[in-house]
């Protein structure tokens, strides 16, 4: 064997950069209620988004998804940049509210033609275009009619979703690369029903806590319903873990702030998932709350489903410590802040400031946590691809005198975290893909559209789409499938 090919063919170091394995793919991410707009046409109806947007002080400057960056009318154009940047990918979601938006708590109601068509003109046009449609069944846009019957504090919701996911499956089943059934059920659950800064805004936290397990159901139900419509599409789940550590190791109580956010964030959902379980803990912690009777006989099996692929949302690590009666009291949540907790049971934590840089969400960076989520993915779930389904950074980005957009810090952002993927690569663990929050500026939920996300600028006033510098290097990294030298 000569030198050469003693080195692992599937991930080949070069000496002035870093080269990813074949067949990696490179995307970028968005979500209907964020892009879209056209909230009232072709039949949609109105999703908890649509009312909590427009309940005043819920969203920075009374902003709504009404237009967004009008992808509904612009997709070919916005794929055509796709098509520019050399996306192998691109990760949308479907809005529920356009495909059945007569859904009722008991019945799902017709399908809507036209909400479909536009999902399949957008997923022939990115077929035309090289890039393989990765679709999220269900970021964030719950049908205001089912929310009004509970939401997801009812099980019916977890039924109809099911319902909702074959229906999509049979429409686009055949020419999707992967279905994601749920997109960070985390926010769902504690931040629209225990803090309330999302969508439908409550603040009740046993509801969180049945949220939570009906989300789980949810994603059990809808995967075993893609699968019957249509067995070869991969299914997957999109999860935002937490890179968690104690703010003093040494301290127990620290130590064991740590374990309920782990518990709450992460093993809430991923040990159902995964293992068919709740986690003992996290049962005994919140027990004041709830008994959680809504978990019914049979249900953890049938959450339990083989995962074709697991999704890690991965932004800012995490730091806690137990609150010592002072500080400001676990209100932080990363998107919003609110009186209300959204780590129910266990609201006695505290998030210290962070020191150092932080990106415009006041969030702080390390890589390092990204590495360590998807080896501890690696190790918990052997055998299942991972993908980075969400990874960036907002930051105040104004179009230049010269007319780019010059975002050095997103570039430095991202270039970090693909080199802890290609670490976790090398560590072994089986990352597939990378899909770069955002492809465009958007709704940035209760923050309206004054965070920016997006490799590409938008104008809200022209709608008009500037490639911003860190659009034109993703573009190059991709062009070589690898970064350049450190
Ligand atoms: C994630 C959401 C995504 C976007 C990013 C910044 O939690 O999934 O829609 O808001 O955060």
Redesign the pocket.
Known sequence: MTAVEARPASLPQQADGLVFPPGFVWGAAT?AY?VEGAHDEDGRTPSIWDTFSRTPGKVAGGDTGDVADDHYHRYRDDVALMRRLGLASYRFSVAWPRITPQVTPDALGPVNAAGVAFYDRLVDELLEAGIAPAATLY?WDLPQALEDGGGWTDRRTAERFAEYAAVVARHLGDRLRTVITL??PW?SAYLGYASGVHAPGRTEPAAALAAVHHLNLAHGLATAAVREQAPALPVAVTL?LAWVRPEDPADPADVDAARRVDGLQNRVFLDPVLHGRYPADVLADTAAVTDWSFVRDGDLALVHQPLDALGL?Y?SPTVVRAWDGTGVRAEADG?GSSASSPWVGSSDLEFPEPAGHVTDMGWPVDAEGMRRLLLRLHEEAPGVPLYVT?N?AAYPDVVAPDGGVHDTDRIRYVDAHLRAVHRALADGADVRGYYL??LLDNF??GYGYSKR?GIVHVDYDTQERTLKDSALWYADVIRRHGLGGA
């Open positions: 979500a964020q970021h997109n960070e926010c935002n949302n932004y998107h969400e960036g929050w955002s940035e939920w996300f």
